[in-house]
């Protein structure tokens, strides 16, 4: 009798493996028979890494944002350059500004020792350790649909084509989240995510020192910190309460307090100021539309079914 229960458990555990090895699109109960442990366990990485570094949370949810605007939400990202891969952790947007490579690499160890072997995908723990990251830093949750697979490629052109800079003037900026599917309310709400987090002051120097829509006391209090030249990698938050999950980058915009150019574009006489107001008064009406959206970016290309791999290293191809 025992034996019999056993090759049942066996049979359907191959079951389930092959129904997820087949499968072309994405489910948040996608784990659950394979391994119910994996994404506790993700949280339990990622709460533990943003409990030592607050400003941990806002580079997780970075890398999947710059991991989905590349060919879709595949962990390409994460791949170390080598003689057949160009990776993107090179490319103007990341270089020496994407962080949470460590913090990944421990989940996927972890996830891995959880389920017995590698059967989550490094895309699906960006994804899932993103939210999670939001949700450690007071912000709402939401059921991460999951399934992706991993790249076998990388490309640095495209991450220096796709992904937003901070100096893009709004037509720009609708444009480029246009080609991955996204319209201006997923513009406006995922620019929320700048509710945490800091940027270098070589990205908003220009804007503190030349540009005529921004308080000038900001300004003034910015240029303390952020040399005419100088200083590049120095610090400043994206909003007054960087660790924080909240509407007050918003207000910062209506103030003309927002510090990068692509984020006050927002709020400068264009067809979004009237989101930027009401997510600036309404914290509920951000978070509802942030979470829409945050589920639509990690609906980009994702490769499903037999296409790309399960890495076992995220930083490298099997």
């Known amino acids: 009798m025992a034996s019999n229960s056993i090759i049942f458990l066996h049979v359907l555990v191959m079951f389930s493996l092959a129904s997820m090895a087949l499968s072309d699109s994405l489910s948040p109960s996608f784990y659950n ?12 990485v990622v709460e533990d890494a943003v409990r030592k570094e607050r400003r941990m949370g806002a580079s997780l949810l970075r890398l999947h944002f710059h991991d989905c605007f590349v060919n879709g939400c595949d962990a390409s990202i994460l791949l170390d350059k080598t003689a ?49 990251s939001v949700v450690a830093l007071g912000g709402p949750t939401w059921e991460v649909p999951l399934g992706r697979r991993d790249s076998t490629t990388a490309s640095r052109t495209t991450a220096n084509n796709d992904i937003p800079p901070p100096f893009l003037d709004l037509p720009a900026l609708i444009n480029s989240f ?32 030349n540009e005529t829509n921004i308080d000038s006391t900001f ?14 990698s120095k610090l400043a938050p994206l909003d007054p309460t960087p660790a924080l999950f909240d509407s007050k980058y918003f207000s910062n915009l209506v103030s003309k307090k927002g510090l990068l150019h692509s984020d006050q574009a927002l709020f400068n006489g264009g067809q979004t100021d009237n989101l930027v107001k009401k997510y600036s008064i309404s914290l509920g009406s951000f978070s509802k539309d942030f979470v829409e959206s945050m589920i639509k970016m990690g609906n980009i290309k994702p490769l499903t079914g037999k296409q790309g791999q399960i890495r076992v290293n995220c930083r490298k191809v099997n």
């Open 84 to 132: 057949t891969i160009d990776s993107e952790k090179t490319a103007i947007p990341n270089n020496n500004s994407i962080r949470g490579f460590d913090v990944i690499d421990k989940i996927k160890s972890e996830v891995d020792k959880c389920c017995g072997r590698s059967i989550v995908s490094c895309a699906d723990i960006v994804a899932v350790a993103a939210r999670d």
């Open 33 to 44: 028979h394979v391994c119910p442990q994996a994404l506790p366990a993700i949280k339990r």
């Open 178 to 209: 246009k080609k991955q599917g996204l319209n201006e309310k997923d513009l406006v709400a995922l620019s929320g995510g700048h509710t945490l987090g800091f940027a270098q002051c070589f990205t908003f120097r220009n804007r503190i020192y």
């Open 219 to 232: 300004a003034r209090q910015l240029q303390t910190n952020c040399p005419r030249s100088g200083g590049d």
